[in-house]
């Protein structure tokens, strides 16, 4: 247990110079495997949480152990054996190891090909540097310039802490435990994740990203976000990292909330590229999340886009409630299924207020094996006067082992509102990578241009930087996929 | 040395013969034009010169300066300096066409051990050439060939082998889709770009489009060989007796 005590030192190090800590629970030990009314408990005392805390969290156990995994999901994957995982343990890093010239150099060529600086690259890479402490300081300015403005933007763990009142009015508010098998999971066995809240009348100055939250690879497989948009604010979220995440963790279930106030708006961004195990799909990760946004007030406006390439499995269907008049959701997606990856994603779109409007675009690549289905429920409730929803279900297939499905649900119960639903499939054509080819393009730069311009709808809606990135994700997730 | 050479080729589709021992010297600076009948086998001798897949000899070499392309896929040609106009241009939905081209420009100056063009660079290029080409910058926001109309589609086909500056150029049925006007247009544009160093291989069914790119040679193209060559006035025989007179005549 050498390495743990180090890598334990070393958080400790650079968390003594680290005024506003990110870092939570430094003296975590292992709990014993498998999960229990006992383990809650542990993870609770050991995060020092208030009784409320605790007692939601038993409750949500309580209403886990009466629950049935959904079986509805067009994936398949062994029963997933829940005294087999370990809830609770110390930080970890990866090894740590002394230069680049130690790092597996197909991860070296995937972190060239994303563009990554070797700086960054140094630290995803595990190996040891003092770069950490650059990310410290860039993120103390970051912070403090939030500050200035009243943002709080920390661990939720930290947040249950300073704002206990914020914590317990919102978390559970938007999913609550008894939504779903992995949501109650999740309630029960949470281990951290970002709490933000956006005070009235403000205008987050800049994009907030989980990349400043340098612990972030130990935040674990249970993570839990809330975010509070007051009236009048705006703020922008960035989830994930292009470069290819390596976990021991299999199954990944968080939980993600946003609240937007009168005239608020949320917009959401991830980039997914857990590791989708080998071609066979052995060892890769099991990415089961929940997500939904609560826009209560009126004209406001929440907007997930996300771009999936990653994970052996994803289940995940980022959602709106749209309870206020006018207010607006938005649902841009992309999901890249390669090899033996089995992607099953979409939106749910709740119209409760009146002239609610949501949108959908939703891009699906499939190649190799792999399978994916778009999944969506669009409701129009009875108030919901004057409402309407724009869906649009594209596949891209390439070549032919592979499977696109669209499962769209429409349930209107008023007759005055509009529900579109356009859906297309479509395979790169022959046509298409010969006239590229004939400019000079290799296979795989055709193929992920073309890909790319299928997927052009929704990448024009990433944050700048996050696009780039992203883009050339999408090319090197489908490598050797065509030719 | 010729540009292009192509020697003796033999081809079959379906194991069906469609070359039957087709030779060819193109030389530097020289305006080739094969023509034929339909089904004589124009198409089949562009793909197969751009090494489409599917495409591949039975028997016979081609050359591109001295060098076998027997074992170079489609891309490589390109980079070598091979360009295909295409008759139907194919469309790319989401992807814009000046990244497309500037994609295209830098994997040849990538091959030519040039520097690739930044963006800024690149776009400048790319306006001076197009607007000799009568091409809007409008169009080259939209996607490839999107929604393009027939002379839009061939224009940007010119634009592409302007920016690249081939060695050898294949203009399979350029003007096929186009009114007197966009004809005029393209050829323009065509003919802008001959030199002494390049060489153009203009395959066309009719006579009109050789009014406008003249050629130094015409060569007819019979069941998949060619059977008679000549100066531009053979362009003018077959408009005059079509081409069952000649094909008789063989």
């Known amino acids: 247990m050498v390495a743990t005590k180090e890598t334990i030192d070393k958080v400790k190090e650079v968390s003594s110079t680290y005024k506003y800590g990110f870092v939570t629970d430094l003296e975590a030990e292992k709990a014993p495997l498998g999960l229990s009314e006992d383990i809650v408990k542990f993870i609770s005392h050991k995060k020092k949480e208030p009784k409320w805390l605790l007692e939601w969290r038993l409750k949500a156990y309580k209403k886990w152990l009466s629950m049935e995994a959904p079986n509805w999901a067009m994936v398949d994957f062994p029963k997933i054996n829940f005294q087999d995982i370990y809830y609770y343990s110390a930080p970890k890093t990866k090894p740590k190891l002394n ?333 298409q990578l010969f006239y590229c080819l004939q400019r000079g393009l290799d296979t795989e730069q055709a193929t992920s241009l073309i890909v790319n311009g299928f997927c052009k709808e929704v990448m024009k809606e990433l944050p700048m930087e996050f696009a780039v990135e992203a883009q050339k994700l999408i090319g090197i997730s489908l490598e050797g996929s065509v030719g | 040395m010729s540009l292009l050479e192509i020697k003796n080729a033999k081809l079959k589709l379906d194991d069906k013969d469609i070359l039957k021992g087709l030779s060819l010297s193109v030389s530097k600076g020289e305006v080739h034009a094969i023509m034929g009948p339909n089904g004589s086998g124009k198409s089949t001798l562009s793909y197969m010169l751009a090494g489409r897949d599917g495409y591949e000899l039975e028997s016979g070499e081609v050359f591109l300066e001295g060098q076998s392309l027997s074992d170079m896929e489609a891309d490589e040609r390109a980079r070598s300096g091979l360009f295909l106009a295409f008759q139907y241009p194919v469309e790319l939905p989401g992807v814009g066409g000046m990244s497309f081209l500037r994609e295209a420009v830098n994997s040849r100056r990538k091959f030519l051990g040039e520097e690739e063009l930044d963006h800024l660079a690149f776009v400048k290029e790319a306006r001076k050439v197009a607007s000799k080409m009568f091409v809007k910058d409008e169009m080259l926001k939209r996607a490839v060939n999107v929604g393009f109309s027939g002379g839009e589609k061939k224009r940007f086909e010119i634009l592409q082998m302007a920016m690249l500056k081939p060695k050898v150029s294949i203009l399979d049925e350029t003007d096929s889709g186009l009114d007197v006007d966009a004809l005029k247009i393209v050829s323009d544009g065509v003919n802008a770009q001959r030199n002494d160093d390049n060489a153009i291989v203009v395959i066309t069914h009719y006579q009109r489009l050789l009014d406008y790119i003249v050629p130094d040679f015409v060569h007819i193209l019979s069941d998949g060989s060619i059977i008679k060559s000549g100066g531009p006035e053979l362009a003018l025989e077959v408009e005059k007796n079509g081409y069952a007179g000649l094909i008789n005549a063989a």
């Open chain 1, 99 to 431: 230069s680049l010239d130690e790092v597996d150099p197909e991860l070296l060529r995937t972190y060239e090909k994303l563009g990554i600086p070797i700086k960054e690259q140094e630290v995803l890479a595990g190996v040891a540097v003092d770069y950490v402490f650059d990310s410290v300081s860039v993120a103390t300015t970051f912070r403090e310039k939030l500050a200035k403005e009243g943002i709080i933007f920390c661990p939720i763990s930290e947040a249950v802490q300073t704002y206990p009142d914020l914590v317990k009015k919102y978390i559970g508010s938007v999913i609550p435990i008894s939504d779903n098998y992995y949501a109650a999971l999740n309630s029960a066995v949470f281990t951290d994740g970002s709490f933000v809240y956006i005070p009235k009348g403000v205008k987050c100055p800049m994009e907030l990203s989980t990349y400043f939250r340098i612990n972030e690879q130990n935040s674990g497989q249970f993570e839990r976000t809330l975010i509070i948009a007051e009236d009048d604010t705006y703020v922008s979220y960035l989830e994930g990292c292009t470069a290819p995440q390596r976990d021991e963790n299999q199954l990944h279930a968080a939980v993600v909330e946003l609240v937007a106030m009168n005239n608020a708006e949320i917009k959401y961004s991830t980039v997914q590229n857990w590791y989708p195990g080998d071609k066979d799909g052995n060892g890769g990760i099991y990415n089961f999340v929940t997500k939904r946004g609560n826009c209560i007030g009126k004209k406001s406006k929440i907007s997930w886009t996300q771009v999936e390439t990653g994970s052996a499995i994803t289940w995940k269907y980022p959602s709106c409630v749209l309870k206020g008049d006018d207010s607006v959701g938005e649902f841009y997606s992309v999901a890249v299924a390669n090899n033996a990856q089995q992607a099953d994603t979409g939106t749910k779109m709740i119209h409760i207020g009146k002239n609610t409007k949501s949108t959908i675009i939703s891009k699906g690549i499939s190649a190799g094996k792999a399978q994916n289905t778009y999944r969506g429920q669009v409701q129009i409730q009875k108030n919901a006067k004057g409402s309407r929803n724009f869906t649009q279900c594209d596949s891209l297939l390439i070549g032919d082992k592979c499977g696109a499905h669209t499962v769209p649900y429409i349930n209107q119960f008023t007759p005055h509102a509009r529900v579109e639903h356009e859906a297309t499939t479509s395979k790169i054509s022959e046509d």
